[in-house]
């Protein structure tokens, strides 16, 4: 009896982690997930909205937003798709929106990012962060500190680099607002 609650116990803790994570996985609306996990290392499907705690791996959105708390990978929304991650995303983020509120390293690129802090490349038609962005390349981009920002307009609280653009605006700038380029004092 003692082997049997022994190999039981020991199964159990090898195929733990095992269940933890899926390598495919289907999301859609009121938490569902099929297979059910909050990880994924692989690829994931969300159509409507998704809702896991990690991707690793390629996450794809379908007419809606695929969400996560942290994504190391590639998030990819297809037909009106987009991403939201919560705490921190590492790689590409490509869609029709980009909404991450913590950390991103890599590279957003979408009709419209809404992000934190970017270490990395924010392209998009219309950039808005409420942290740091290293580079930001849009028609307009507004961010409340930045290293560089080109685009038409562009603002941001405080320039670290250069913005180039029609309108440049930065409270730590040169001038507060300047056509052109605009840096520093």
């Not at 020991?10 to 909050?38: C, E, H, Q, R, W």
Request: glycine letters at 10%.
């Amino acid at each position: 009896m003692k082997k049997i609650i022994a190999a039981i116990a020991l199964s159990t803790l090898v195929s733990a982690p095992v269940l933890a994570s899926s390598p495919v996985m289907f999301s859609t609306i009121n938490g569902y997930n099929a297979p059910k996990s909050d990880a994924v290392e692989g690829v994931r499907l969300s159509v409507l909205h998704g809702q896991v705690d990690e991707v690793k791996g390629v996450d794809f959105s379908v007419l809606g937003m695929s969400e996560t708390k942290r994504t190391t990978g590639i998030n990819f929304g297809l037909f009106f798709g987009g991403a939201k991650v919560t705490e921190e995303m590492k790689g590409a983020s490509l869609g029709l929106f980009n909404w991450n509120t913590g950390t991103t390293t890599g590279i957003n690129l979408a009709a419209v990012n809404i992000t934190n802090d970017v270490n990395g490349l924010n392209w998009s038609a219309v950039n808005y962060s409420e942290g740091y962005t290293k580079a930001d390349l849009g028609f307009a981009s507004i961010s409340d500190k930045s290293n560089f920002q080109l685009g038409v307009f562009n603002m941001t609280k405080e320039i670290d680099g250069v913005q180039i653009g029609l309108i440049n605006c930065a409270d730590n700038g040169f001038f507060k607002c300047f056509p052109i380029f605009n840096f520093a004092k």
